[in-house]
């Protein structure tokens, strides 16, 4: 069992900049597929990153791609993503999931896209990017 807690979530103008930041503790000296997913309200989760805690490089959806990095300290359990140039469409509740079983948790199969590949999420930090 592993335990996600996010934090780092806010209001900021479109321009501006949020680090979002996820503890994991429990079970964590397995390698895990850590990511990152969003959700607005009326739409579906989405994927928006993805690392592989051994090593792994760093997958982004298109539309982050130059704004968005996705790091893990694995001395902190913890895992980041840092978002510059924020939009408002942007704004979502965004959640942190790791998974360290299956195909999904290899390092060249560690892709933030189907939010059914994981089995362990946080709950979540608010975005909320205004114009």
């Known amino acids: 069992q592993v335990r996600l807690v996010e934090s780092g979530g806010g209001s900021v103008q479109a321009g501006g900049s949020l680090r979002l930041s996820c503890v994991a503790s429990?079970?964590?000296?397995?390698?895990?597929?850590m990511t990152w997913f969003r959700q607005a309200p009326g739409k579906e989760r989405e994927g928006v990153a993805a690392?592989?805690?051994?090593?792994?490089?760093?997958s982004y959806i298109e539309s982050v791609k130059g704004r968005f990095t996705i790091s893990h300290d694995p001395a902190e359990r913890t895992l980041f993503l840092q978002m510059n140039g924020l939009k408002p469409e942007d704004s979502a509740m965004y959640y942190c999931?790791?998974?360290?079983?299956?195909?999904?948790?290899?390092?060249?199969?560690?892709?933030?896209?189907?939010?059914?590949?994981?089995?362990?999420w946080g709950q979540g930090t608010q975005v909320t990017v205004s114009s």
């Open positions: 999931a790791a998974e360290n079983r299956g195909s999904i948790a290899t390092r060249h199969l560690c892709r933030a896209e189907k939010p059914g590949d994981f089995d362990y």
């Open positions: 429990g079970h964590t000296k397995d390698d895990y597929c």
């Open positions: 690392i592989y805690t051994d090593a792994g490089r760093p």
